[in-house]
Each structure stands twice: as structure tokens, then as C-alpha cells.
């Protein structure tokens, strides 16, 4: 046939077989005669890197030359058992998903917010916390992300704990208010002796964001307690299982060990301040791109591992799941690129 010349180096293997002519194309080679002997007849294959699949869009566009001109066929789609009605969308059975709250600011927010900015359009703005430094470059390259291990008691009252403290954080409350304490060129103190990708006291380089939690928790008894429900001096004792003291049990999540978490039961984020978390590293990174890398947004048991087990198991998403580190910022590179940052 014409097209056996024309064509022939577009295809490792065209046979026929009972008269009918089959096409199969590939382009890398690296498939067995096993899987082309399981290949339907008279359907065109196309191949890549050992898998392969009909009706690949990449493969319809490349051949359609030879589809247009009726040399090749399109392949069938598997006949379907019995028909299924597909549910009005929008009713119970296909709800449509609402939209992620944190993406669609974002989205807004970058068709009228200058980059560059020192402050955040969205948080609180403080005179608060203790300046050590400006970061080089005048932005922060990255984020650690900590819980604060106390109660969850509001902006007012963690912005003095910050000041008196002598630290240097954004800090977010569990209804995902954000409180910024000073311009974004200012660093202070808030992971201590820490290390990731080749920096060191990474306070020099990356802010501080801490959330209001708990921390790691202890069970007892079918209940939860923090570290602060236990007596004796600094709170060495035994737990004293005070029902003031109590975390409610849909405030908990367990992990085993895994990657960065310690096993064990957390003061989960809540999900406004998982949200708050996003939207506030996904805007560092839009505001200073250049600088601000979602790749170095880590726990700190990430950089400071063995010494300390926050964020641990306490990052749990949007979907209650809990995520490690790296998942998490798999998350954020999702994120950004929905947004195009
Ligand atoms: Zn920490």
C-alpha cells in the first residue's frame, strides 16, 4: 500500500493479520511483543516509555495527518456494561466542590497587590517581638513553621508573650487571624540552632510563622492533656488530668512515625489556620519570588530534627489529613501553580 513507503519510519511494528490492517506506533521501543500480542487489532496504539494508552491526545494530534487522509483509525472506546445516568451537577450525588477560599483571595489579591511589599495586606500589623537583623536581600527565603505549645488565647494576648519573650514571629491565632510584628526585612530569634540546604541559624534567613496549639499531647485514660496539665516543678511531674486542662478529642490527630513526625497525638491546626499558613507563605512567595522559596518552608523538627518535634503531626490540611513536611510543600507548589506565582 502507498503509506507502507510514505510512512514506514513513523511505526516499529504494522502487521496484518486476517486481512485487517493494524497500525501500532511507537515511539521509544521499549515495549514487549507480550504486551503487543495482548493489543487489540484494528485499534491504533500509541506507545511511550513502556505504557500504553489509546485515543492519547499527544498521539492524535501527532498522527492525525494519517487520521485525516483515513489511513488510520481512531481507536474504540471499551463498550461500557450497562449506561450510567451521570447526576445533575450540583445535586447531593455531584456536588460541585466549593472553591478553595485561600486560592480565590490570593487570586484577587495579585491582580492589585504590588510585590515587594513589607507588610502583608492581610495580617495584623504590630510593633512587637525583638529585632535582631535584616535578612540579605531585604526578604525572608523561606519559612519554619512552629506551633507556640500554649493556649490558644488570641493575637492580644500572644503579641505581649512574643515582646516579652524576646523572639521574633507571625503569628496565628485558631480562627486564622495573622499577626504580623514588624516589616518583612526584620529578623529575629525563633528556630535557634537549626540547618537545612546548606544554611545554618536559619532565623537569618527564614521567618518565623507560629501557630496557636498545644504542641504534642499526652493520652490518658481516653483523654487528652497538654504539657502544662502537669504538676512538680517546671512541669516535671505527673500529669494531674485537670478536666480544664483537657484537649477535646476532635481537636487531635495521631501519626506514627513518618519522615518528620514523631509518632504520637497533636494539637492538630485548625483548618483556618492551615488556611492562614497557606495564604501567608504563598504570599511571601508572590510578593519576593526571586527570594522566597516554597521549597524552604519546613518544620522545625525539619531543621532543627532531634531537638524538636514541631509541626510533627500537628500540620493537618484542609481534608484533615496530616502531612509531612514535604507533602505539605508538594501542597504549596500545587497551589502556586493554580495561581501562576
Ligand atoms: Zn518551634
Not at 13 to 32: H, L, P, Q
Not at 71 to 80: A, E, F, H
Not at 154 to 178: E, H, P, Q, V, W
Not at 247 to 265: L, M
Request: with cysteine; proline share 7%.
Amino acid at each position: 500500500m502507498r503509506y507502507r513507503t510514505r510512512y514506514r519510519t513513523r511505526y516499529r511494528w504494522r502487521t496484518r493479520k486476517n486481512g485487517k490492517s493494524v497500525a501500532i506506533v511507537d515511539w521509544s521501543m521499549s515495549v514487549s511483543k507480550e504486551e503487543i500480542d495482548r493489543l487489540a487489532w484494528e485499534q491504533i496504539w500509541y506507545i511511550d516509555k513502556g505504557h500504553y494508552a489509546n485515543a492519547d491526545p499527544a498521539a492524535v494530534q501527532k498522527l492525525g495527518h494519517l487520521i485525516r487522509n483515513g489511513i488510520l483509525k481512531l481507536p474504540v472506546p471499551p463498550p461500557i456494561d450497562s449506561p450510567v445516568e451521570v447526576p445533575e451537577t450540583g445535586s447531593v450525588l455531584n456536588p460541585v466542590p466549593p472553591p478553595d477560599p485561600v486560592l480565590a483571595e490570593l487570586a484577587e489579591l495579585a491582580e492589585t497587590c504590588k510585590k515587594r511589599r513589607l507588610s502583608c495586606p492581610f495580617a495584623e500589623q504590630a510593633q512587637a517581638g525583638i529585632v535582631r537583623g535584616t535578612y540579605p536581600g531585604g526578604f525572608p527565603q523561606g519559612a519554619v513553621i512552629h506551633w507556640t505549645a500554649g493556649h490558644r488565647n488570641g493575637l492580644k494576648t500572644g503579641r505581649s508573650f512574643m515582646t516579652k519573650s524576646r523572639y521574633l514571629y507571625f503569628l496565628i491565632d485558631a480562627n486564622g487571624g495573622i499577626l504580623q510584628p514588624r516589616p518583612i526585612n526584620e529578623w529575629g530569634y525563633h528556630c535557634g540552632k537549626s540547618y537545612w540546604r546548606g544554611r545554618s541559624s536559619l532565623h537569618r534567613y527564614f521567618v518565623g510563622i507560629e501557630c496557636q496549639a498545644a504542641g504534642k499531647l499526652k493520652k490518658i485514660d481516653g483523654d487528652f492533656y497538654p504539657w502544662w496539665d502537669r504538676g512538680g516543678s517546671n512541669y516535671t511531674g505527673p500529669y494531674r488530668k485537670r478536666p480544664a486542662n483537657r484537649i477535646p478529642a476532635d481537636q487531635v490527630a495521631y501519626s506514627p512515625h513518618r519522615e518528620n513526625i514523631s509518632g504520637g497525638y497533636y494539637h492538630k491546626l485548625t483548618i483556618s489556620q492551615f488556611n492562614a499558613v497557606r495564604k501567608l507563605v504563598l504570599w511571601l512567595h508572590y510578593n519576593n519570588t526571586d527570594s522566597f522559596d516554597l521549597g524552604n518552608v519546613v518544620g522545625h523538627d525539619e531543621i532543627s530534627p532531634g531537638r524538636k518535634v514541631d509541626m510533627g503531626g500537628a500540620l493537618v490540611d484542609d481534608q484533615e489529613r496530616v502531612l509531612t513536611g514535604n507533602e505539605f510543600r508538594l501542597r504549596l507548589a500545587t497551589d502556586a501553580k493554580k495561581l501562576g506565582f
